[in-house]
């Protein structure tokens, strides 16, 4: 199936630096999701964007659909190590149901 | 509100043998997909059920097969084990069909040895 790209494959900050990265596709996405997760854990929704050009916050976090709608962008501000962890893109195509392609990861390390 | 649950959260079995995983989805929540999670593959779509059918399907071969029940519960089966099956297997929920938000539970770490 189709993997989405994700840049960066990992991130190595100091606490209190913002955060940025991004998820490219070469088809258009109807929906796009981050999640956030933790070593044995599942998954955990973070954002959820469903027009292009939508920028939604959610706390210090803040996600962006792309005007082209084959990409999306997560920020970060003000790290803390909580933030510690694998984010992940996940995108759908119209009339697809739920079937979601996800992202191959960002890895975040936050030195405190 | 409960969060997805899934049992068991661990899981050691044989090659060739086969394995049953269990999903309880949101309460009120209709759609249930499964992923099969792996260092090398990612998140991998395995299928979705919507009021008991399937309505989309992954590309894995025909051993891994999936029901859901009238109350939105929903079992994945995979048969004939292989080595390279041992992965975290992950069920996510969804109000309904069409690109909602998915709220994936703990998952079912499967070891095939």
């Known amino acids: 199936g189709q993997q989405l790209n994700q840049s960066p494959q990992s991130m190595f900050i100091q606490e209190g630096e913002d955060v940025s990265m991004n998820c490219t596709s070469s088809?258009?996405?109807?929906?796009w999701l981050w999640y956030k997760q933790d070593p044995g854990e599942g998954p955990v929704l973070l954002i959820a964007l469903y027009k292009a050009g939508e920028l939604t916050s959610n706390g210090r976090l803040t996600a962006q659909f792309g005007i082209t709608r084959k990409d999306s962008f997560l920020n970060i501000s003000a790290s803390i190590p909580s933030d510690v962890g694998i984010y992940f893109c996940?995108?759908?195509?119209?009339?697809?149901?739920?079937?979601?392609?996800f992202g191959t990861g960002t890895s975040l390390t936050v030195i405190p | 509100k409960a969060g997805v649950t899934q049992t068991p959260r661990y899981l050691i079995k044989t090659r060739g043998q086969q394995v049953t995983l269990s999903c309880s989805p949101i309460?009120?929540?209709?759609?249930v997909s499964w992923y099969q999670q792996t260092p090398g593959q990612g998140l991998q779509f395995l299928f979705e059920y919507f009021s008991e059918t399937q309505r989309n399907k992954g590309n894995f071969p025909g051993r891994f097969s999936g029901r859901q029940f009238s109350n939105s519960r929903s079992e994945m089966n995979v048969s004939t084990l292989e080595l390279g099956d041992s992965a975290l297997y992950l069920c996510?929920?969804?109000?309904?069909?069409?690109?909602?938000?998915?709220?994936f539970g703990p998952g079912t770490r499967l070891t095939v040895l």
């Open positions: 309460s009120g929540h209709r759609s």
């Open positions: 996940a995108g759908q195509y119209f009339n697809t149901g739920n079937q979601f392609y």
């Open positions: 996510a929920s969804s109000l309904d069909r069409g690109g909602n938000e998915q709220f």
């Open positions: 088809s258009i996405f109807n929906t």
